[in-house]
């Protein structure tokens, strides 16, 4: 169920609106496809697992995690390639200030072949036209990441 609409200037080339699902805190917002950005690759098995799951839920039952600023996917890179598949005006996402909040933070995974990354270094990659390899970020949240279930056709309006 919708509950209120949060509108931010200046995050895009264009304004965005986002469409608060529920009373869950941390809040899901929905927000635009278009507007988000993925700094890594996906797994296409993984992707063709999780339209499955998706439309056997007819639904997203897990939000993605995406900067409030720049709309950079922090996690949920398979979940988005599924809205893209099946032509999704909008997702269910955790909102973050990511930059400045401490509550998020980011590492490497073993396997990546790198070191270390920023969280700089995600939003850049984000606005280039270049993405990091699957699995190359982790992100850990402190806050807690509500189970929802999201109905397709509500992510399917336009607002």
């Known amino acids: ?25 941390p809040a899901v ?8 950005k993925p700094h890594e690759e ?4 993984n992707v063709r697992q999780l ?9 997203y039952t ?3 995690l995406v900067d409030s600023k720049t709309g950079s996917i922090l996690d949920g890179h398979h979940r988005y390639s599924v809205g893209k598949n099946l032509g999704l005006r909008r997702l269910p ?20 072949g790198l070191d270390s990354l920023t969280k700089q270094d995600i939003i850049d990659m984000c606005m280039s ?3 990091f390899s699957p699995k190359t970020s982790r992100h850990i949240v402190e806050a807690e990441v509500p189970p929802i279930h999201v109905p397709l ?3 399917n309006q336009e607002d």
């Open 62 to 64: 897990k939000p993605l």
């Open 29 to 36: 917002h929905l927000v635009p496809l278009d507007w988000l």
């Open 93 to 112: 996402a955790m909102l973050f200030d990511y930059l400045d909040d401490d509550s998020i933070k980011v590492e490497v995974w073993p396997a990546s």
């Open 1 to 25: 169920m919708l509950l209120e609409c949060l509108h931010v200037d200046g995050m895009s080339e264009r304004d965005v609106e986002f469409s608060r699902w529920d009373s869950t805190e």
């Open 42 to 45: 996906i797994l296409d098995k």
């Open 51 to 59: 339209e499955k799951m998706t439309l056997r839920w007819k639904g």
């Open 129 to 131: 036209s270049e993405l």
């Open 153 to 155: 056709d509500v992510l």
